[in-house]
C-alpha cells in the first residue's frame, strides 16, 4: 500500500506564507501526478496545484502566481509554497495522488486522483 501525509498547516496573517509538505509512501511513489487540494466549510474540493512525474505543473486560477507547488522526488515529499495567502485560502489542505485504485476520485488540472492524506488546516486571517 501506499500513503500520503501532509504537515505544516497553521495559522498565517493575510499577506504571509506557509508551506505545506506531504510526505509520500509505498507505491504511491510511482503515481504519475500529484498535487494538492483543499476545501474551505460549506464549498467544493477544490484541486489547487498538481506536478507530474516530468516535473510539469498546473495550477488554479485563484492562487496562480502565488503558490508553488514542488516534488523533491530523493527524499519522496511534495511541498506546496505558499505565499501572499489571503483570507480565502482558509481551507483544509490536502495531499493526492493518482495511479492506486480507490473509490475517492477527483480530476482536476488534467490528473485522476485517487489517494488522498488525512488534510491539513490553513488558516488565514485580515
Known amino acids: 500500500q501506499g500513503h500520503l501525509k501532509e504537515t505544516g498547516g497553521g495559522s498565517a496573517q493575510s499577506g504571509g506564507s506557509l508551506r505545506l509538505s506531504c510526505a509520500v509512501s509505498?507505491?504511491?511513489?510511482?503515481?504519475?501526478?500529484m498535487g494538492w487540494f483543499r476545501q474551505a466549510p460549506g464549498k467544493e474540493r477544490e484541486g489547487v496545484a498538481r506536478?507530474?512525474?516530468?516535473?510539469?505543473?498546473v495550477y488554479s486560477e485563484s492562487i496562480q502566481g502565488r503558490f508553488t507547488v514542488s516534488h523533491d522526488k530523493v527524499a519522496h515529499i511534495l511541498y506546496l509554497q505558499m505565499n501572499d495567502l489571503k483570507p480565502e485560502d482558509t481551507a483544509m489542505y490536502y495531499c493526492?495522488?493518482?495511479?492506486?485504485?480507490?473509490?475517492?476520485?477527483?480530476?482536476?488540472?488534467?490528473?485522476?486522483?485517487?489517494?488522498w492524506g488525512q488534510g491539513t488546516q490553513v488558516t488565514v486571517s485580515s
Open positions: 509505498g507505491v504511491v511513489r510511482r503515481s504519475a501526478c
Open positions: 493526492a495522488a493518482d495511479g492506486v485504485v480507490g473509490t475517492d476520485r477527483a480530476y482536476a488540472l488534467g490528473c485522476l486522483f485517487s489517494t
Open positions: 506536478i507530474d512525474i516530468e516535473g510539469a505543473t
